[in-house]
């Protein structure tokens, strides 16, 4: 059978249909009689799913939350960043008749998720600030003409009564709110136009409404139900746990070197984020990284506006470009093929960690969330805290999420599992996919190396930072042990069984688990506590971290291997890596919005040279077949040519 349209393939996948958009709703087209012709059956949205966007299977909660859409219901879902929200209200806005409105308050967003659309064939467009009068006049016209399935919008733009009115005329398939926690006032990105959304309700009461966010917890919930008038919305919510990033923290020995192993090692040719506290460590790793030769682009508030603008837009158009950021980066930023998170410094509270590290592998490829992190971090938050001007209270909240975070460094037993425990989710058994995990930590008894070290700290009068106890311990007669007379001490010289990384671990922990403090003048000066005195007694016993020692192979399975290729499969890697990036500058697109990371990969290992196989690749559907079908078959059946000679 044949269609005269632009759909020209059969298809092998079981239980595909062909279908094909008809202006405003996806029709069915019947395949019994060898006729074309397009009967009034609304398309499934598992059709959809397989032929417009290329994906075999809906994932948990997707099926369900699209059919209550679609049955007019109202939702609410709350499913981890990269869990797939945005099928979500696109397919039941492409199943029910009329056009779905998405709001949503990342303007700079729109461009890049309309062209996605696009890509895929689907009608879609946004209304924002950043359009001139005669193109919102355009967009305006299409709609009326009922000729526009997905729309994204600004809230504010939406309250006008232009487009209120406007709305009131055209067929309105649902109404998308993304980034629902916007309406909480207790979240740190509340929007006050939000607040206004809850008129659709009252002045569109047939209109299905769907709310989505990635925020869990429960005030945040309740005030979107109770802000967007949802009380009779279904709710779904997902785990939080991203299975796909690695979760690595180890001892700060050099943290350049580190960094650097760990990219040549697994990332050497990714895009990433790498964190920094400062604004002038921020410009000296980018300095230092791209000197190294990466293309390493400093990112933070003090940088003026249009450079700020210039880098992000190269990380998200560009391949393999590294973003060196305070935490002013991130925001907004939704690139998908992120493929690592490094921390050079620690965040201030596991909510902080959670946010900067779930920016990697949005789509669902492994992607690693890696830090390094030592003795000085520890002290430099603490003093930070204590030395910061908020009140008691405050600063009792502030310590306390600092220890959480502390926590999760000195683990020795799954760092996925303590996460989660901590937002409250189920965390079930051990990941398998975390340090901890693929390298099980030991322990050892350090009571007496405790003993020694807070010993050493109270018989100098804790008056001194870590480098000059240590250097105590180890017996070293440097000018300031003999300015302080420190060689006298009893301690002097007691800790020569341990080595330097080793004694700074031992104070890690002590400072981390709050058995030493750090003083306000801001000298790092280490102070005892009261927790030290059953182990200084000899009644408590500690069980110490013991931090691996630095290897230069990465340990364990890394994110970086299930992407990388070897002989020829590299090179068809490469070359059609090198095709996406063309013809995504020819569009001025990302190029992820011409193939993901995980198509690109399925091409490289099912090297497809027919249609059929084409369309068996996850994320390629009908138009993406025909727009860039033929050009990455060519490069396959050229590199398989190139490669036979070679074999010659
Ligand atoms: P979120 O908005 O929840 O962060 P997205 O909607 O952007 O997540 O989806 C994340 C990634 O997962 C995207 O690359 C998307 O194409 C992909 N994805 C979503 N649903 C599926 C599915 N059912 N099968 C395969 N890939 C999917
Ligand atoms: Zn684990």
Partial sequence: ???????????????????????????????????????????????????????????????????????????????????????????????????????????????????????????AAFLNSTLANDQIWQIEQQLSNGEIDLLYIAPERLLQTRTLNLFRQINLALFA???????????????????????????????????????????????????????????????FDRPNIQYRITQKNNARQQLLQFLKHEHSEDAGIVYCLSRKKVEDVAAWMSAEGYTALPYHAGLPAEQRQAHQDRFLREDGVIIVATVAFGMGIDKPDVRFVAHLDLPKSLEAYYQETGRAGRDGQ??????????????????????????????????????????????????????????????????????????????????????????????????????????????????????????????????????????????????????????????????????????????????????????????GKSARESISFTGGDEALWQKLRRLRKQLAEEQSVPPYIIFGDQTLKELVTYQPITSTQMLNINGVGDAKLERYGDTFMEAIREHQVDYLDRDL
């Fill in 366 to 555: 492994p992607a690693n969330a890696w830090m390094v992190y030592g003795v000085q971090d520890v002290i430099k938050l603490r003093q930070m805290l204590e030395m910061s001007n908020g009140d008691d209270q405050h600063k009792r909240a502030e310590r306390h999420k600092l220890d959480a975070m502390l926590g999760l460094c000195e683990i020795t037993t799954c760092r996925r599992q303590a996460l989660l425990h901590y937002f409250g989710d189920d965390a079930g058994a051990s990941c398998g996919n975390c340090d901890a995990c693929l390298i099980p930590i030991e322990t050892w008894d350090g009571s007496e190396a405790a003993q020694k070290a807070l010993s050493c700290a109270y018989r100098s009068g804790q008056k001194f930072g870590v480098n000059h106890l240590i250097d105590v311990l180890l017996g070293k007669s440097t000018d300031k042990v003999l300015q302080f007379g420190h060689q006298n001490l009893g301690v002097f010289g007691l800790g020569e069984s341990l080595d330097t990384t080793q004694w700074r671990s031992v104070f890690r922990q002590l400072v981390a688990r709050g058995y030493l403090t750090v003083d306000v003048s801001g000298f790092g000066s280490l102070i005892l506590t009261e927790k030290c005195r059953p182990v200084l007694k000899g009644e408590e016993t500690l069980h110490l971290r013991k931090d691996p020692k630095p290897q230069r192979k990465s340990r």
């Fill in 177 to 239: 709110i993304d980034e629902a926690h916007c309406v909480s006032q207790w979240g740190h990105d509340f929007r006050s136009d939000y607040l206004g959304l809850s008129i659709l309700h009252e002045q569109f009461p047939s209109v299905p409404r769907v709310a989505l966010t990635a925020t869990a917890d429960e005030r945040t919930r309740g005030e979107i139900v109770n802000r967007l008038g949802l009380a009779g919305a279904r709710q779904f919510l997902c785990g």
């Fill in 1 to 123: 059978m044949n269609f005269t349209g632009t759909i020209t393939t059969t298809r092998v996948r079981q239980g595909k249909r062909d279908t094909k958009l008809l202006g405003n709703t996806y029709m069915q087209i019947s395949q019994g009689s060898g006729e074309s012709h397009a009967s009034q059956t609304i398309a499934e949205p598992l059709d959809i799913l397989r032929q417009t966007f290329g994906y075999e299977q809906f994932r948990d909660p997707q099926a369900e939350v699209i059919q209550t859409v679609c049955d007019g219901g109202d939702a609410l879902v709350i499913m981890p960043t990269g869990g797939g929200k945005s099928l979500c209200y696109q397919i039941p806005a492409l199943v029910r008749g009329g056009v779905g409105v998405v709001i949503s308050p990342l303007i700079a967003l729109m461009q890049d998720q309309v062209s996605a659309l696009k890509q895929l064939g689907v009608a």
